[in-house]
């Protein structure tokens, strides 16, 4: 059974900074590509970033280019993201999902002075 946990969400003031990290298990983390993907309050789903299988290839959504870092640790099945200079619209619930699909809770980050 795929199992993706999140953690790490927090109230943080603007400029401030997170690191979420995800613990999944139930499948061979190292082989499936990750990313992170946030839903607003009363918006939908919005992709943050991804990369693949081994943790390379980072892309990021044009909106937090720059200010996020995805991570990703086989040796650990975790994947982490760094986010500096948060801004209020980056507060959302925060999901790591495999790219086969599969949804963790989320974490939820609130952006905010």
């Known amino acids: 059974e795929v199992q993706l946990v999140e953690s790490g969400g927090g109230l943080v003031q603007p400029g401030g900074s997170l690191r979420l990290s995800c613990a999944a298990s139930?499948?061979?983390?190292?082989?499936?590509?990750m990313s992170w993907v946030r839903q607003a309050p009363g918006k939908g789903l919005e992709w943050v970033s991804g990369c693949n299988s081994g943790g390379g290839s980072p892309t990021y959504a044009d909106s937090v280019k720059g200010r996020f870092t995805i991570s990703k640790d086989n040796a650990k099945n975790t994947l982490n993201l760094q986010m500096n200079s948060l801004k209020p619209e980056d507060t959302a619930v925060y999901y790591c999902?495999?790219?086969?699909?599969?949804w963790g809770q989320g974490t939820q980050v609130t952006v905010s002075s």
């Open positions: 999902v495999p790219v086969f699909g599969g």
């Open positions: 139930g499948f061979t983390f190292s082989s499936y590509a």
